[in-house]
């Protein structure tokens, strides 16, 4: 199977420095003289439009308080876009999972089939009480299972003219139906480190997807996630998602890396990390384990760095190197078994040019991506 690539959505602003996500960044990276790019749909558009051009096949947005809502967003988006698909970040539970279909559905119609699910449990018991859900960690997994039954079901079956019902302990839903029309139920994207996670993977998921850990960590997920699949009488296919700097050489791209963490102050990591030190996600925890808060130990494996990790939340690694040493990376992932590859740099719209004009061009030539400029490679549907 060829390399499905895409790219990421900057929904709470953008900077040649590294944007957290929900630390204030956008405030403190304002005042300094690289500047701060706001997450307004002009320069969101700029990015979308970059990545459909250069044949990234959709482009992740998140979801939280410190972004901005990624329905609207790319719904707009979808406006100024031909192909390029969109995965929606969303937090299941907060919407009745109908209401999450119907939602989907009416995206699909208006942008013609390019939508995408990803769907994001929430590993921190405080972010979810800001929305008013009280529910512990491994409720909160409880309900996307039943959650993602009843969206399966609402859109899948049993038949197209006959409803559906569900009786759950978080969810009742009686005869609902929703036509997702001719481009059929959106493909569902999940991630989750902990075994109430992977028990909803397997059980009701399309792609899985890892934050960047190193081969031999991913290599025991996969893995353990085929096993729990099967035992579903499923399969898998699976994602990960990193930060990338990929340059004309290992020592440009490496001075950058350098360039970044040089820009980060002590006590924004120390505040960070403090913070991080909290969360509930065992996702999370494996994130800090990589580099343990010390920014002297980032690179974990080779070209693998870990620098992201002290002051954002979520994925904290990189693939650094040559254009050559990131494509052979990612062709070290690919044979562990990972298909989808979600991608973002600092900043996103510059980034997107590095990436796709050196390591992507290189991994076209070997086979793995097609080519977005030959219609006989499928690029009509957004794929690159």
Same mark, same amino acid.
């Given at each position: 199977?060829?390399?499905?690539?895409?790219?990421?959505?900057?929904?709470?602003?953008?900077?040649?420095?590294?944007?957290?996500?929900? =630390?204030?960044?956008?405030?403190?990276?304002?005042?300094?003289?690289?500047?701060?790019?706001?997450p307004d749909i002009d320069y969101l558009g700029q990015i979308a439009r970059s990545a459909?051009?250069?044949?990234? +096949?959709?482009?992740?947005?998140? #979801?939280?308080?410190?972004?901005?809502?990624?329905?609207? #967003?790319?719904?707009?988006?979808?406006?100024?876009?031909?192909?390029?698909?969109?995965?929606?970040?969303?937090?299941?539970?907060?919407?009745?999972?109908?209401?999450?279909?119907?939602?989907?559905?009416?995206?699909?119609?208006?942008?013609?089939?390019?939508?995408?699910?990803?769907?994001?449990?929430?590993?921190?018991? *405080?972010?979810?009480?800001?929305?008013?859900?009280?529910?512990?960690?491994?409720?909160?997994?409880?309900?996307?299972?039943?959650?993602?039954?009843?969206?399966?079901?609402?859109? +899948?079956?049993?038949?197209?003219?006959?409803?559906?019902?569900?009786?759950?302990?978080?969810?009742?839903?009686?005869?609902?139906?929703? =036509?997702?029309?001719?481009?059929?139920?959106?493909?569902?994207?999940?991630?989750?480190?902990?075994?109430? !996670? /992977?028990?909803?993977?397997?059980?009701?998921? =399309?792609?899985?997807?890892?934050?960047?850990?190193?081969?031999?960590?991913?290599?025991?997920?996969?893995?353990?996630?085929?096993?729990?699949?099967?035992? +579903?009488?499923? +399969?898998?296919?699976?994602?990960?998602?990193?930060?990338?700097?990929?340059?004309?050489?290992?020592?440009?791209?490496?001075? /950058?890396?350098?360039?970044?963490?040089?820009?980060?102050?002590?006590?924004?990591?120390?505040?960070?990390?403090?913070d991080l030190a909290n969360s509930e996600s065992v996702g999370q925890q494996r994130m800090?384990?990589?580099?343990?808060? =010390?920014?002297?130990?980032?690179?974990?494996?080779?070209?693998?760095?870990?620098?992201?990790?002290?002051?954002?939340?979520?994925?904290?690694? *990189?693939?650094?190197?040559?254009?050559?040493?990131?494509?052979?990376?990612?062709? /070290?992932?690919?044979?562990?078994?990972?298909?989808?590859?979600?991608?973002?740099?600092?900043?996103?719209?510059?980034?997107?040019?590095?990436?796709?004009?050196? !390591?992507?061009?290189?991994?076209?030539?070997?086979?793995?991506?097609?080519?977005?400029?030959?219609?006989?490679?499928?690029?009509?549907?957004?794929?690159?």
């Amino acid at each position: 199977m060829t390399l499905r690539v895409h790219w990421y959505l900057p929904t709470n602003g953008d900077n040649r420095d590294i944007v957290g996500s929900g =630390d204030r960044s956008q405030k403190t990276l304002g005042a300094v003289a690289n500047g701060f790019r706001p997450p307004d749909i002009d320069y969101l558009g700029q990015i979308a439009r970059s990545a459909e051009q250069l044949g990234y +096949e959709a482009v992740l947005t998140p #979801t939280g308080l410190w972004c901005e809502d990624a329905w609207i #967003t790319t719904a707009a988006l979808t406006q100024v876009t031909k192909r390029l698909k969109f995965l929606v970040a969303f937090r299941p539970g907060l919407v009745s999972p109908v209401l999450a279909a119907h939602q989907a559905a009416t995206f699909q119609r208006v942008s013609g089939g390019r939508l995408l699910l990803n769907v994001v449990t929430g590993g921190d018991s *405080a972010e979810q009480r800001r929305f008013g859900d009280r529910l512990d960690h491994d409720q909160r997994y409880a309900r996307t299972d039943e959650f993602l039954a009843v969206l399966r079901g609402v859109t +899948e079956g049993p038949a197209p003219d006959e409803t559906f019902s569900f009786t759950g302990e978080h969810f009742r839903i009686e005869n609902a139906r929703v =036509d997702p029309g001719p481009w059929g139920r959106p493909e569902i994207f999940f991630g989750g480190a902990s075994p109430a !996670a /992977e028990r909803v993977a397997a059980r009701r998921v =399309d792609t899985y997807l890892a934050w960047g850990e190193t081969p031999a960590q991913i290599a025991v997920r996969l893995d353990r996630m085929r096993e729990l699949a099967a035992a +579903e009488g499923r +399969e898998l296919s699976f994602g990960i998602r990193l930060h990338v700097i990929s340059r004309d050489t290992s020592a440009q791209a490496w001075a /950058e890396a350098e360039r970044l963490l040089d820009r980060i102050s002590p006590e924004r990591i120390a505040a960070v990390q403090a913070d991080l030190a909290n969360s509930e996600s065992v996702g999370q925890q494996r994130m800090h384990a990589l580099h343990g808060g =010390d920014r002297t130990k980032l690179e974990v494996s080779p070209n693998l760095w870990a620098g992201y990790g002290l002051v954002r939340g979520g994925a904290g690694t *990189a693939l650094v190197g040559s254009h050559e040493e990131v494509a052979d990376r990612i062709e /070290e992932y690919h044979a562990l078994g990972l298909d989808h590859f979600v991608l973002s740099g600092q900043p996103h719209l510059e980034e997107a040019y590095w990436f796709a004009e050196g !390591a992507a061009a290189l991994l076209r030539s070997r086979g793995l991506l097609a080519d977005p400029a030959d219609p006989a490679t499928g690029s009509g549907r957004g794929r690159p």
